[in-house]
């Protein structure tokens, strides 16, 4: 048996005539950007989110940068502000952050659940402290009660970067946060658990004030039509993508609860020494293990027909863009980047890929 990582296709054909039906509309409709299917959509994801606002943009990347941009504009950030950011996450998160001249002040996270450790985010703060942005990496729950504590005490903005964790709130039991000022960005890309056909993002906020700065970067810097109030810049999400991620949105709960039953059935029937399993309750983007002969077990694997990813391996710090972090000394991050490795799991795998995967590993010696 063959196992793919992700099969796109499959997770398309689940919904297949919906996707063709609403495609075949938009082409039919003469209009293809800044329509009713992004005003729709919109709406209905700040509902999903329990947000006031939703702006969508072009992809993840832009929703993290036009949001910190933002509360530049608004004078609530400044060039050379620190931002506290987990060390082991994807590199758009800390592009974003230097994209607009503030400083990434790398934090270890938890080898149990990958999130960043908040006992080490007090020791990271300084004067120029003025943000914690949290990555719901692999799709498990960042927040916690003392970082919500530690922005209120500080006066800090709570960011999220949400690209991995479409519904995370839904699974998270911690009691809402409104009173702290903060953002959320979220990337559709094709792989993610809330996918468009194409790049497409979003910021989501009850900010009213950053809602309607980051509206305006996103189109040219405009306030209204020609009169444009900030140099910005030209990032938007087409009426397609609008559409699909509409009708997708119907179906997330129910598809992240089957990404939840394939975690449980690897966190009941995995049996290996010495590989460490991640946490329960999420939305189950990746599922991530480590294991100390990582690449010994991925080319089992691969000969046993289940192919694995790792996220990642090389963290930001250690990449050739970031020079000026090469020298840093993250232990926990550099150990994850050596063995972590990511199993198959999306919501249309079949159970018996799931236990074709779960023999396999069970087998490995
Ligand atoms: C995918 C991803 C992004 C970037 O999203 P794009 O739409 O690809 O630009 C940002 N942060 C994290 C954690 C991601 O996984």
């Given at each position: 048996m063959e196992v793919e990582y992700l099969s796109v296709k499959r997770i398309t054909a689940l919904h297949l005539d919906e996707f063709c039906a609403a495609a075949e509309e938009v082409v039919r409709s003469g209009r293809y950007l800044r329509g009713q299917h992004v005003a729709h959509f919109e709406e209905q994801y700040a509902a999903y989110t329990g947000q006031q606002h939703c702006i969508s943009c072009g992809n993840g990347l832009d929703a993290l940068t036009i949001m910190l941009r933002a509360y530049k504009e608004l004078g609530v950030l400044c060039a050379g502000d620190e931002i506290v950011v987990p060390a082991n996450t994807f590199i758009a998160t800390i592009l974003a952050i230097t994209e607009n001249g503030l400083v990434p002040v790398l934090v270890e996270p938890r080898l149990q659940d990958y999130q960043i450790d908040d006992a080490l985010i007090e020791k990271a703060l300084t004067h120029r402290t003025r943000a914690i942005m949290l990555v719901h990496l692999?799709?498990?729950?960042?927040?916690?009660e003392k970082i919500a504590s530690l922005c209120r005490r500080h006066h800090l903005l709570l960011l999220q970067d949400c690209a991995q964790a479409h519904g995370w709130h839904k699974v998270c039991s911690l009691p809402r946060h409104d009173d702290i000022r903060g953002a959320a960005a979220y990337s559709f890309y094709p792989g993610k658990n809330l996918a468009a056909f194409a790049d497409a993002g979003a910021i989501t906020t009850s900010d009213g004030a950053l809602a309607a700065v980051a509206r305006a970067l996103a189109n040219y810097?405009?306030?209204?039509?020609?009169?444009?109030?900030y140099q910005g810049r030209n990032s938007r999400m087409d009426e397609m993508s609008a559409a699909i991620l509409s009708i997708k949105l119907k179906y997330l709960d129910e598809e992240n609860r089957r990404r939840q039953e394939i975690a449980d059935y690897y966190i009941d029937h995995i049996r290996h020494d010495g590989l460490l399993l991640p946490p329960?309750?999420?939305?189950?983007h990746i599922f991530p293990i480590l294991f100390s002969e990582r690449d010994r077990l991925r080319a089992y694997l691969r000969a046993e027909g289940v192919e694995t990813l790792v996220?990642?391996?090389?963290p930001p710090h250690r990449q050739d863009c970031y020079k000026e972090y090469?020298?840093?000394?993250l232990p926990r991050t550099e150990r994850i980047a050596r063995e972590e490795l990511s199993l198959p799991l999306h919501q249309a795998l079949r159970d018996d890929e799931v236990e074709h995967v779960v023999a396999a590993i069970n087998r490995f010696v």
């Amino acid at each position: 048996m063959e196992v793919e990582y992700l099969s796109v296709k499959r997770i398309t054909a689940l919904h297949l005539d919906e996707f063709c039906a609403a495609a075949e509309e938009v082409v039919r409709s003469g209009r293809y950007l800044r329509g009713q299917h992004v005003a729709h959509f919109e709406e209905q994801y700040a509902a999903y989110t329990g947000q006031q606002h939703c702006i969508s943009c072009g992809n993840g990347l832009d929703a993290l940068t036009i949001m910190l941009r933002a509360y530049k504009e608004l004078g609530v950030l400044c060039a050379g502000d620190e931002i506290v950011v987990p060390a082991n996450t994807f590199i758009a998160t800390i592009l974003a952050i230097t994209e607009n001249g503030l400083v990434p002040v790398l934090v270890e996270p938890r080898l149990q659940d990958y999130q960043i450790d908040d006992a080490l985010i007090e020791k990271a703060l300084t004067h120029r402290t003025r943000a914690i942005m949290l990555v719901h990496l692999y799709g498990y729950n960042a927040l916690t009660e003392k970082i919500a504590s530690l922005c209120r005490r500080h006066h800090l903005l709570l960011l999220q970067d949400c690209a991995q964790a479409h519904g995370w709130h839904k699974v998270c039991s911690l009691p809402r946060h409104d009173d702290i000022r903060g953002a959320a960005a979220y990337s559709f890309y094709p792989g993610k658990n809330l996918a468009a056909f194409a790049d497409a993002g979003a910021i989501t906020t009850s900010d009213g004030a950053l809602a309607a700065v980051a509206r305006a970067l996103a189109n040219y810097g405009a306030r209204e039509k020609y009169v444009f109030t900030y140099q910005g810049r030209n990032s938007r999400m087409d009426e397609m993508s609008a559409a699909i991620l509409s009708i997708k949105l119907k179906y997330l709960d129910e598809e992240n609860r089957r990404r939840q039953e394939i975690a449980d059935y690897y966190i009941d029937h995995i049996r290996h020494d010495g590989l460490l399993l991640p946490p329960r309750e999420g939305v189950h983007h990746i599922f991530p293990i480590l294991f100390s002969e990582r690449d010994r077990l991925r080319a089992y694997l691969r000969a046993e027909g289940v192919e694995t990813l790792v996220h990642y391996p090389l963290p930001p710090h250690r990449q050739d863009c970031y020079k000026e972090y090469n020298a840093l000394s993250l232990p926990r991050t550099e150990r994850i980047a050596r063995e972590e490795l990511s199993l198959p799991l999306h919501q249309a795998l079949r159970d018996d890929e799931v236990e074709h995967v779960v023999a396999a590993i069970n087998r490995f010696v």
